[in-house]
Each structure stands twice: as C-alpha cells, then as structure tokens.
C-alpha cells in the first residue's frame, strides 16, 4: 500500500504532456494557454480623453478664477473615432471633445463638461488645471509587447477582454483532455430503468459527466460493465478503437472480492499497474495504470470513493497533463475537534465559511461513511487530514479543498 504522497509522485512521473491547437479566441475561455501571449498594440494606443468635455492648453487657464474667468472659443468638436484635430496656434481656443477621442495637438488636459460654463461659441473656466488631467496616456494600461497571459493559464472571460484589447485573434492552447467513463456491476442501472430487486442506481457515472463538463474537459460514458473479464476487455477495446481518451476511469471491481477483476485483467491486456491500494480513506483500494495510449484510474465503487478519487487522484494529473500549477491548499481552523483512529490521510467532508472575526473555519460533518451522497450537498469542501492517528482539536488549523 502506498502513501498519498508517493501516490501523486508516481501519477506525475513521466507525463506525456498534451498536444497543441490554435483557435480563435472567442472559444478560448476555459482553455489552457499552450505559449506566452505579448500584447500587439498598446492600451491605449494613442492618448485620449477619460470624459467628455473640453481639450485646452493648460496654460491658458493658469490665471483663471471664480472672480475673474477666462472665455475660450470653441474651435471644434471631436468624437471617438474622429481624426486627430489641432488646437488652433492662435491663444485662446478650447475644442470640445467626446470620452475616448483623441486627445488633439497642443492640448495637454481636458475639463469635464460639467465644471464648465458653454455661452454660444465660449467656454467659460473658472479655475485653472494641471497639465495631464483627464487624459489617458497611450500605454498607460499595457504597452505593445507586454506579457498578456502566459504558459499554463487558464482563460478566463477577464483575460478574453485583455487580449481582445491587445489585438489578438488567436491562442495556442493544449488539447482538451479526453476522458472515458466506465462502470461494473450487475447491480447498477440506469436511473431510467425500473428498480427492481437488489438492484440500485448509478449515481458515479452521472457525478463524473458531470464534474469533467464543469471543468471543461471532455468526457464520454460507455456504459456498464457486469462483472465479466471479456466484456470488460471487449469495452476496453472499443474505448480505445472509437474514442482514443487520455485518461479511462471506471468504478468498481478494484478491491479483493471474488469479482474484481479489474487489477489482473488490465495486466492481461498490457497495461502497466503503477499502483493499487493507496494508504487513504475512503478509496483505499484506487487503481493506477499505464499503457502506450493513456493513463487508467480504477476508483472503488463507493459514491464518497469516487469523489475523493476525482478530486484527490485524477485532478492533479490532468493540472499536470496541461502544466496547469499545483493547487495550493486553503488554511482553516477547525470548529469542533475531530478524532481520526487509524493512520491513513483521510479526506472528510466539511463546512467551510467565515466566522465572525473574517478567519476562515471548517466544521466536519458528523456522516462520513463512504456510501453517503447527501453530505457531499450540504458540505462545501475536503478537508485533508494528514496520516497519523491523532485527536484535532477546535482551532487547529488544517488543509481545505473546495469542491469544484
């Protein structure tokens, strides 16, 4: 049996990582960035106005006052889009200009509409400004050639404004990870199917549709599986003949029972076991395997099993596939104290949320048996309790995983 630790090591050993594809950045959210993205244009890209109002060389308003204001005329008016307008050389003249125009020669600041006086063809100031005001200086967000993005990213709707802003059309970005779904056991049906005797619903395979369309991964389910090595062998085939995933998740049939013949029949048909058993709870007998074409996770067939198998298993080595950073894990403090008897690293279900002096803080909730599905509604988080037995006390802190 091997640790949770030495787990994870061995699942980022040797990653083949994903190929690359360039698309068109309106279908690039949720995407991971595959190159450094440089910025082609500045932002702005030329000097404009932050406001509506009017363009004036500074200095002709420097004696200005309540008491004695001084009248410009009004020589143009400007709106976005508009060519570049020169202030008359001629002392004395303002133009009026629209939020986002440029900002014309000799003019060095702009008045906001609002703290000026507008008679006929006259502008009426009645105090003097500061040269820049109310001007957004070309570069002044990013310049042309700054990074926008970089390698290992993901896309975010923030990041589509960013580098639409900076002029790109298209992102290199890694291939979508492709994820087979299989489960085993002549017990599951449908949730269509009537429900007869002895028989009960699979609730995993939905669970992991489901979680991998959350991640923007792209998963297929091929159905179930009784416990038959050739029809398990036959389903492996087809997977692979058909849909040529990265990565082959089944549920089931991985423990020490009579009909779990997961482990020897991926031995018989060339795959390498990397691992099975890890020191964990619940999952302990998880499954993983390598062969030429893909990776191979067999989770228990326990619903709390599966989740933590996604979550704790199956996530870091697709981070890892598309250089996607470790996730780093919250800190909490624990609300009520927790007795954890046997050493093995235990994900258990939590509540997490701010107390009232704004420290984050878990409580873990009481039902942590491993065929429970209702705890994983009302908890919103894993909390990692690390391998040795001990007794953690209220306050301490520990490592928080939300839920997806």
Not at 89 to 97: D, F, L, Q, S, Y
Not at 239 to 257: F, L, M, Q
């Amino acid at each position: 049996m091997i640790s949770y630790h030495d787990a994870l090591t061995k699942i980022n050993n040797d990653v083949s990582y994903l190929n690359t594809e360039t698309i068109d950045l309106e279908n690039a959210l949720n995407r991971i960035v595959a190159q450094n993205v440089r910025a082609k244009v500045s932002n702005p890209n030329f000097d404009n106005s932050a406001m509506d109002g009017l363009a004036v060389y500074s200095e002709d308003l420097q004696d200005a006052s309540v008491k004695k204001p001084i009248s410009l005329e009004i020589s143009d008016i400007i709106s976005a889009g508009d060519t570049s307008v020169r202030l008359s050389e001629k002392k004395g003249t303002a133009c009026e200009i629209m939020t986002g125009a440029r900002i014309p020669d000799r003019a060095d600041a702009v008045i906001k509409i609002e703290d000026v006086s507008i008679k006929d063809k006259l502008a009426i100031f009645t105090r003097p400004t500061e040269i820049g005001n109310n001007i957004r200086r070309e570069g002044e967000d990013f310049k042309q050639g700054d990074l926008m993005i970089s390698t290992g990213n993901k896309i975010t709707a923030e990041h589509i404004m960013l580098l639409a802003s900076a002029g790109i059309c298209q992102i290199k970005v890694y291939k979508k990870i492709k994820i087979a779904i299989i489960s085993t056991g002549k017990e599951l049906i449908s949730r269509t199917e009537e429900l007869g005797e002895n028989k009960i619903y699979d609730s995993n395979s939905p669970y992991l549709e489901s979680i991998i369309r959350n991640l923007n991964i792209e998963g297929k389910y091929f159905g179930n599986v009784y416990d038959d090595k050739e029809a398990f062998i036959a389903k492996i085939s087809q997977i692979n003949n058909e849909y040529h995933p990265d990565i082959i998740i089944s549920t089931g049939a991985v423990s020490k029972g009579k009909w779990d013949f997961i482990p020897d029949t991926l031995q018989d048909i060339g795959f390498n076991i990397i691992f099975h058993k890890a020191a964990i709870r619940p999952g302990k007998p998880i499954l993983f395997a390598k062969s030429q074409t893909g990776y191979y996770f067999g989770l228990p067939g326990n619903p709390r099993a599966v989740t933590v198998g996604f979550r704790f298993f199956i996530y870091p080595l697709i981070c890892t596939l598309q250089h996607l950073n470790s996730e780093e894990a919250l800190i909490a403090k624990l609300k009520s104290s927790f007795f954890k008897k046997n050493k093995l690293t235990f994900f258990v279900v939590g509540q997490l949320a701010y107390n009232k002096h704004g420290e984050l803080e878990v409580d873990i909730l009481q039902t942590q048996e491993s065929f429970r599905v209702l705890p994983n509604t009302i908890g919103n988080c894993f909390v990692m309790l690390t391998e040795e037995a001990k007794e953690y006390k209220a306050g301490e802190l520990v490592n928080i995983y939300r839920f997806f």
